[in-house]
Structures are given as structure tokens and as C-alpha cells.
């Protein structure tokens, strides 16, 4: 018999609620930084901000929470990168990035994806090449894979760029049922970007 804790019904609840209202979930974190004015709640109402597209804010609770212990945080830092990325900020966006560089996380993370597309927003081709070419692995990365068949293409690397598509497509075929159903939609936009080259 299963038991149902009040808790999860709670948790459950909460999540129906954000879900139905999202500024909700920002007013609750606002009153819980105003109550207490953790690291952790400074964080959490960023990453709110962050989901609900709000970069500006995000950015300024992601910059208020980077302090003594805290001031080198991966994930915090990661999250600050993605707020710059899509406000433009690009050259804060790399800067940021650069300061996580060197962590045996970054190489496959999201931050290294952003890291790259700013690096191409910022005109450095050569080196955006480079960090977008990490995610190009077989069966894995298929948005990722598909930004540098894009990529490639703008910077005139067109058989390239056709090579990266041509594989995705390839391995659709072979694919589980499970990661085909997860990544369809990107590619049918491989076919279709692929057949426009053709």
C-alpha cells in the first residue's frame, strides 16, 4: 500500500500552481530573499527569473550572490553566461565563461555551447569553431550539432556544414525509439535545412 506523505501532495500542488501562474513562484522566492538573504534563495529567485526570460533580473540576483565563498560558483556563473548570451551582452557572456574555462565541466556543458555562439556574435570564427566542433559526437547533441551545421554554412563551410546535417539524418535511422521521439523535431529541421543547400 502506498503511503502519500503530506509533503508530496504539497510539492505536487506547488507545481500545479507555478505551472498555471509562474509570477507566483517569483513572488514566493522574493518574499523568501526579503525573510532571508541566502546564497541558496538569492539563486533560486535568479534561476526563477532566468526560466521566466527575465535576464535583467536574473543577472542582477546572479551578480548579488557571487560574493566571499561564493564568488567562483560553476553553477551560478554558468547561469550568469546564459543571462548575458541572451541579452545580447556578448562580451560579457565570454568573459564569464572564461572565468569557468579551465573546470573539467565546462567542455560538454551548456555554458561551452553559449561560449562559442558569443565567440561567432563576437567575430572570433576560428576559436567559436573550435568549441562548437566539441559537440559533434554521434547520437548526442542534436541541437547543439545543429547550430554548427548552421554555423558552418554562415561562414561558408558549406559541404561541412551539409556533412553535419547528413549525419544526423543518418543516425535517425538507427536510432532508439526513445532518442528519436526526443529529438524529431530537430531532425526534421536537418532534413529540411539539408534538402535547401541540395
Given amino acids: ?26 513572488k514566493d522566492l522574493e518574499k523568501r530573499l526579503k525573510f532571508s538573504e541566502t546564497f541558496e534563495n538569492k539563486v533560486a529567485l535568479a534561476d526563477a527569473y532566468l526560466d521566466e526570460k527575465m535576464f535583467n533580473e536574473a543577472i542582477e540576483h546572479y551578480q548579488g550572490s557571487l560574493k566571499d565563498v ?12 546564459e543571462a548575458y548570451y541572451y ?7 565570454i568573459a564569464t565563461a572564461e572565468r569557468i574555462i579551465d573546470n ?6 551548456r555554458s561551452s555551447f553559449l ?12 576559436k567559436a ?7 559533434d559526437a554521434p547520437y548526442n547533441y542534436f541541437m547543439e550539432r545543429l547550430e554548427l551545421a548552421r554555423f558552418l554554412v554562415r561562414i561558408n563551410k558549406i559541404e561541412d556544414g551539409k556533412g553535419v546535417y547528413q549525419e544526423m539524418v543518418n543516425e535517425s535511422e538507427n536510432m532508439s525509439k526513445q532518442n528519436l521521439r526526443n529529438n ?5 529541421k536537418a532534413k529540411e535545412e539539408l534538402n535547401q543547400l541540395s
Fill in 1 to 26: 500500500m502506498n503511503v502519500i506523505q503530506k509533503r508530496d501532495i504539497e510539492k505536487a500542488q506547488e507545481s500545479i500552481v507555478t505551472a498555471i501562474n509562474p509570477s507566483k513562484r517569483i
Fill in 184 to 188: 524529431r523535431h530537430l531532425i526534421k
Fill in 70 to 81: 561564493f564568488k567562483n560558483d560553476f553553477y551560478v556563473l554558468t547561469k550568469l553566461q
Fill in 115 to 126: 561560449y562559442g555562439m558569443a565567440l561567432e556574435k563576437n567575430g572570433d570564427l576560428k
Fill in 87 to 93: 541579452t545580447s551582452k556578448f562580451k560579457d557572456s
Fill in 104 to 109: 573539467p565541466s565546462f567542455k560538454k556543458s
Fill in 129 to 135: 569553431e573550435v568549441f562548437l566542433r566539441n559537440f
